[in-house]
């Protein structure tokens, strides 16, 4: 096509128009998943001149992965801001140079002149460009000198860091295409941000175009995408996906205010895109791509935190994993490491209890072992909540009470210095545990004067502070039947981590055992039934891990309190199962199931930890102060394998489509035997826990927008070891992903 309605076009315009229309995704030109195209019309005549992808929401998943990888993993938020803005003015003058090209295709897809797209559309993209250019070396911060009362002796100074806050998506109409993209697309560019750039479906093409000169620009893949399609399916899909924005930057938790942040997830991308990088290094001959990796994570562990762990893991570049549970992982090892010996030193009857204190977490689990067709199998049982509480805590907890030691010396330290003490804490910690014959340990906290060396405070930990502070306060002699403790919260809290209230490790391990006092009553080919009078689930072995569990002190606490729990209530004491590298066991125990994957070795079975189930809100009429009953459907039983389904359940619900509809959701450890379907009108406070919410958008393709469609939903476990859900609308052959809500209160 060289001419166009009396429009002699340009070689550049004609070449456009002639290839096939793609979209950008990840630095690639691809085509709709379904597909599936638009028509784009001329609006003088009416005429279909070409045509675009008909994106949906699963094109703008792949774009805001595209983009999410170029931001958490990428170079481009972290390059020179001289870099940022060469490349803008880099992009402006190829904008110029094509700035005919522009205008014809402004023309022929919006219906304007030639010369008013010309002279004032394209001259004023080229002209905010390259101000935005400008503004990428002018986004400074600020510092200012503090003046601090009564301490005049010291200098203190404030300063602001502006920082890019992540993936942006960016929606733009039909009136004026182009400038109204470079108004999005260049700020975004000039602060450091990924970006998803949705045209409007009447005039997609120099949405396209200005794609093509990004990448001849030089911007790396994913830092912009381009993804055509119509307002209520890529639109409606772009505007609500919990993946634009930054997931809330809150490590390191209760850093000073001048250490930058970064979200879990971003930790989580760049911890296993070294691991990737550094095993290509050393492996040069075996690619990392072509391993099949093995990522642990806590056992409790719920839907939507395997699945945001299972999203790092693809940022980082892997290929193929599986998620194993870490006190799974741990007892793997323990099996290889016996070397076939280990069904000697278990028999058909025995729980394990895996206790798994680490740096940040305690994660807890029971294993039974059962003998099916004259072999001895391992079936995992249950597992504890997610709990906040490990070494960390502790590091804490030492160097606050040496911070209060130094105040009842006169020397007050700031939040600061309490952070640097914690660190040097930590060091002290490891050495007395590690060595009993030291009985102090020296540890120096920097000083925050301009006398850094002269300035700094000496003091030391001795082995009674280390035994009052551990023992006493996270490992206390308790009852099994002690509550975890718990505070009224405050009306105000500061955004984080969700901490454990109760630092005492063993008042929550009690609660674990007393939860799950029936959790082996049914289950088949287990020899030993609990008492019916028990109080608490008998464990008859222990298996410790975790660096907190090498300290033989605090082990010998814990396995000396489960036996006098287990005397208490008649049962015979449980035996240590010992001999492996408490800092090695995942590892090995992640690696070992590589092999138990390819059918070799020992498989621990018990599927998913938990029930889960979706609240269905009942139909009542309207009273003032009364929210309306919620009753629980099973969706998923206790127990499914990886790589299995469960059936439909008969009900149907109503999804409005065109928009996210949200769902409440639940799930249970304790109840074992509620299949798919079961409605539960009641459940006792500790059966049933609200996990996050779930989201379906469904395309309004071939409905009208906020049409009701009934729908059944399904459950099915990945190979991977997440839950996966979905909606199949009724006399259908549609199946929509019901998504996890992984966003939560995430600002950025």
Excluded at 62 to 74: L, T
Excluded at 158 to 174: K, S, Y
Excluded at 547 to 571: E, F, Q, T, Y
């Amino acid at each position: 096509m060289n001419a166009f309605h009396g429009i002699t076009l340009h070689p550049d315009t004609a070449a456009f128009l002639a290839r096939p229309q793609r979209m950008l995704i990840g630095g690639e030109w691809v085509e709709a998943v379904s597909g599936a195209t638009l028509p784009v019309v001329d609006p003088a005549s009416g005429e279909v001149f070409c045509r675009v992808p008909a994106g949906e929401s699963a094109d703008i998943d792949r774009a805001v992965a595209a983009a999410r990888r170029a931001f958490e993993s990428g170079d481009w938020p972290r390059a020179r801001p001289v870099d940022r803005e060469r490349l803008l003015l880099k992009l402006a003058d190829l904008l110029e140079a094509h700035a005919q090209e522009f205008a014809e295709l402004e023309a022929i897809d919006n219906g304007k002149p030639v010369t008013i797209a010309r002279h004032v559309d394209v001259a004023l993209a080229v002209d905010f460009v390259r101000y935005m250019a400008g503004w990428a070396t002018k986004l400074d911060g600020s510092t200012m000198e503090l003046s601090v009362p009564l301490v005049r002796d010291r200098e203190f100074f404030g300063f602001t860091r502006r920082e890019p806050v992540g993936v942006v998506g960016a929606i733009i109409p039909w009136n004026f295409p182009l400038l109204m993209a470079v108004w999005k697309v260049a700020p975004a560019l000039a602060a450091g941000c990924t970006m998803i750039l949705k045209p409007a479906e009447d005039t997609p093409l120099t949405a396209l175009r200005l794609g093509e000169l990004a990448q001849q620009a030089g911007y790396p893949a994913g830092v912009l995408n381009v993804v055509t399609g119509l307002g209520h399916t890529a639109g409606a899909a772009l505007a609500g996906h919990p993946g634009v924005d930054r997931r809330a930057a809150i490590l390191p938790a209760e850093a000073p205010a001048e250490v930058a942040r970064i979200s879990p997830l971003t930790a989580s991308i760049r911890y296993l895109s070294h691991l990737r990088e550094a095993w290509n290094a050393a492996h040069p001959d075996a690619p990392f791509d072509a391993q099949d990796v093995t990522v642990t994570i806590p056992a409790s562990f719920d839907p939507a935190a395997r699945e945001l762990t299972a999203e790092a893991a693809r940022a980082a570049g892997y290929a193929a994993i599986t998620l194993l549970e870490e006190p799974q992982a741990a007892l793997y090892s323990w099996i290889q490491h016996s070397a076939g010996q280990w069904r000697k030193d278990v028999k058909k009857g025995d729980i394990i209890l895996v206790v798994d204190v680490g740096g940040g977490t305690t994660d807890l689990s029971l294993i039974a072992v059962l003998e099916r067709d004259g072999n001895l199998e391992l079936h995992r049982v249950a597992v504890g909540d997610h709990i906040l509480l490990g070494g960390d805590n502790m590091d804490l907890a030492l160097a606050y009470g040496v911070a209060r030691k130094l105040a009842g010396q006169g020397t007050q330290l700031d939040p600061w210095q309490t952070r640097a003490l914690a660190h040097a804490c930590r060091g002290a910690k490891e050495t007395l545990l590690g060595d009993a014959s030291v009985d102090a340990v020296p540890v120096v906290v920097p000083s925050r004067g301009s006398k850094l060396i002269g300035g700094s405070i000496r003091t030391e930990v001795t082995r009674e502070e280390l035994t009052r502070s551990l023992l006493d306060g996270f490992f206390p002699e308790v009852a099994v039947s002690d509550a975890p403790l718990s505070r009224a919260r405050g009306a105000l809290t500061q955004l984080g981590l969700p901490y454990a209230q109760d630092a005492a490790i063993t008042r929550h391990l009690g609660a674990f055992l007393s939860r799950q006092r029936g959790a082996t009553a049914e289950l088949e080919g287990f020899a030993t039934p609990q008492p019916d009078d028990a109080g608490f689930l008998h464990p008859t072995a222990v298996l410790f891990n975790g660096g907190v569990l090498k300290s033989g002190l605090i082990a010998d606490r814990l396995l000396d309190l489960v036996n006098r729990w287990l005397a208490d209530d008649g049962a015979p004491a449980a035996r240590l199962l010992g001999g492996t590298d408490l800092d090695l066991a995942v590892a090995r125990g992640a690696a070992y199931y590589g092999y138990v994957r390819r059918g070799r070795g020992v498989r621990i079975r018990g599927g998913t930890a938990q029930a889960y189930y979706v609240a269905v809100e009942s139909a009542m009429p309207a009273i003032p102060g009364m929210e309306p009953p919620v009753q629980a459907l099973c969706l998923a039983p206790f127990g499914m394998e990886e790589g299995s389904e469960a059936e439909l359940p008969p009900q149907e619900f109503g999804l409005v489509v065109g928009e996210p509809v949200r769902f409440r959701f639940f799930g249970s450890s304790v109840r074992r035997h509620d299949q798919v379907g079961t409605l539960l009108d009641f459940w006792a406070p500790d059966e049933l826990q609200e996990l996050e919410e779930i989201e379906a958008s469904l395309p309004a393709e071939g409905r009208r927008a906020g049409e009701i469609v009934p729908v059944r939903l399904h459950a099915r476990i990945t190979e991977t070891g997440t839950l996966q859900l979905e909606a199949l609308p009724v006399g259908g052959t549609e199946r929509w992903k019901v998504e996890f809500d992984v966003r939560g209160d995430s600002s950025a």
